[in-house]
């Protein structure tokens, strides 16, 4: 079973940068479409972006298309979130998932803060 470790969280201020990262355990991880999802205080868990396995397809929540990218590294298990022009409402836990041949999103991380502050 892949376990999912995510990083990179942290305090930025509004307009900053900031890289998530996630980094999977076990031999299966470049067979699994992967995600990044957030949530904020007080609401539900949304979509942010996803890619497939080969690391093609990228795919974003309108809210952050254009200032996140979502990449992947399969010979070192690691998914990214690239998050450029953050905004406070940008402020939420990031989880990354796998989706591990169920159709969807089954495997998860314990998630990484970020706080974007004005």
């Known amino acids: 079973q892949v376990q999912l470790v995510e990083s990179g969280g942290g305090l930025v201020q509004t307009g900053g940068s900031l890289r998530l990262s996630c980094t999977a355990s076990?031999?299966?991880?470049?067979?699994?479409?992967m995600g990044w999802f957030r949530r904020a205080p007080g609401k539900e868990r949304e979509f942010v972006a996803s890619?497939?396995?080969?690391?093609?397809?990228?795919y974003y929540a309108e809210s952050v298309k254009g200032r996140f990218a979502i990449s992947r590294d399969n010979a070192k298990n690691t998914v990214y979130l690239q998050m450029n022009s953050l905004r406070p409402e940008d402020t939420a836990t990031y989880y990354c998932?796998?989706?591990?041949?169920?159709?969807?999103?089954?495997?998860w991380g314990l998630g990484t803060q970020v706080t974007v502050f004005s």
């Open positions: 998932a796998a989706e591990s041949g169920t159709f969807e999103f089954d495997i």
């Open positions: 076990g031999r299966t991880f470049s067979s699994y479409p």
């Open positions: 890619i497939s396995s080969s690391g093609g397809k990228p």
